[in-house]
């Protein structure tokens, strides 16, 4: 069986939180994690996480601290997402790049930001929703 692994970030920007809005052809909008596949030229997930946020959203990260792993089994791979806390920088969206904003396949996608507040991320479609329950029962992860 092959491993796939993902990373992921729930970011926190001053008093917000920033996610990703996702649209897909024929698909509902919902909102998920900035992040993505862990590259063969990856020194590591650390390094993955930093390319990808700087790929979707043009932003450099501090530190980041992984909080969650979840696995999700399937015929031909098993992906393994790894989620990590970073603190935003700085963000400048002119930095944005990666494969997927040419792809009119993958959908789009653009930053949305949220109080750092149970109410608040609450009402997103966050998904996965094995995610959204994690930030829900604990909200030291994301809160000021």
């Not at 990808?52 to 501090?62: N, Y």
Request: charged share 25%.
């Amino acid at each position: 069986m092959k491993v796939r692994h993902n990373v992921r970030a729930v970011l926190v920007d001053g008093g917000q939180l920033v996610f990703l809005r996702r649209r897909w052809p024929g698909g509902s909008p919902y909102c998920t994690t900035v992040g993505g596949g862990v590259e063969p030229y990856d020194a590591d997930l650390a390094a993955a996480l930093r390319r990808e946020v700087m790929e979707e959203i043009g932003a450099t990260i501090g530190a980041a601290t992984e909080f969650l792993t979840l696995t999700e089994p399937g015929e031909r791979v098993t992906v393994v997402a790894h989620y990590f806390r970073a603190e935003i920088l700085d963000v400048d969206p002119n930095r944005r790049g990666g494969p997927e904003l040419d792809n009119p396949e993958t959908g789009d996608f653009f930053p949305v930001r949220v109080a750092r507040e149970m109410s608040a991320v609450v009402a997103l479609d966050l998904q996965p929703p094995l995610l959204a329950d994690y930030l829900r029962e604990h909200p030291t992860t994301w809160s000021a």
